[in-house]
Antibody, heavy 120, light 109 residues
Framework: EVQLLESGGDLVQPGESLRLSCAASGFTFSSYGMSWVRQAPGKGLEWVSAISGSGGSTYYADSVKGRFTISRDSSKNTLYLQMNSLRADDTAVYYC?????????????WGLGTLVTVSS | QAVVTQEPSLTVSPGGTVTLTCGSSTGAVTSGHYPYWFQQKPGQAPRTLIHDISNKHSWTPARFSGSLLGGKAALTLSGAQPEDEAEYYCLLFQSGVVVFGGGTKLTVL
């Protein structure tokens, strides 16, 4: 059974940094693309970033490009999202998701999410 | 960036049939957009119902089906149940970018 467990969400001030983690189990981690999707309070879903199974290809939404970095560690079966220069509009629940294949950047299996709040 | 459009809200009677649609501001939705449909209930994470137009997961109730209809992706619910009341999001892959629709709030009443 695929399990994705996000962690690292916190309350931070504008301009600060935060790193989210997603521990994966139940599948061969390096064989699947992974992505991050966020949802601001009371709002819809927004795709944030994705990474191929090998880690060789990364993709970002324009809203986070240059501030966020996605990475993965196959030895730890863990996906990361390094978030720098955080802004109030980055406040959201961040979901980790697994794709359907090694190059799949579309979220398919979802974690439960972790809340990031950016506020002074 | 292209905009993905969905009906903001729809209502269906218990046992009834309803079709939700997903359009693209760039033109007709095709298989190349890899349409997905997700269900999200309050306080829960999204759950994928349909991928690649019409493919279901093992957990997708048989009453849900996906298709292309009139230049849009469509999610049809046949025989609505009270537990189907939820927000439904579609997703399109457009020009190398993943874009979600704004969501359809489905009421079963």
């Amino acid at each position: 059974e695929v399990q994705l467990l996000e962690s690292g969400g916190d309350l931070v001030q504008p301009g600060e940094s935060l790193r989210l983690s997603c521990a994966a189990s139940g599948f061969t981690f390096s064989s699947y693309g992974m992505s991050w999707v966020r949802q601001a309070p009371g709002k819809g879903l927004e795709w944030v970033s994705a990474i191929s199974g090998s880690g060789g290809s990364t993709y970002y939404a324009d809203s986070v490009k240059g501030r966020f970095t996605i990475s993965r560690d196959s030895s730890k079966n863990t996906l990361y999202l390094q978030m720098n220069s955080l802004r109030a509009d980055d406040t959201a629940v961040y979901y980790c998701a697994k794709g359907l294949g090694p190059s799949a950047i579309i979220p398919d299996n979802w974690g439960l999410g972790t809340l990031v709040t950016v506020s002074s | 960036q292209a905009v993905v459009t969905q009906e903001p809200s729809l209502t269906v009677s218990p046992g009834g049939t309803v079709t939700l649609t997903c359009g693209s501001s760039t033109g007709a939705v095709t298989s190349g957009h890899y349409p997905y449909w997700f269900q999200q209930k309050p306080g829960q994470a999204p759950r994928t119902l349909i991928h690649d137009i019409s493919n279901k997961h093992s957990w997708t109730p048989a009453r849900f089906s996906g298709s292309l209809l009139g230049g849009k992706a469509a999610l049809t619910l046949s025989g609505a149940q009270p537990e189907d009341e939820a927000e439904y999001y579609c997703l399109l892959f457009q020009s190398g970018v993943v874009v979600f629709g704004g969501g359809t709030k489905l009421t079963v009443l």
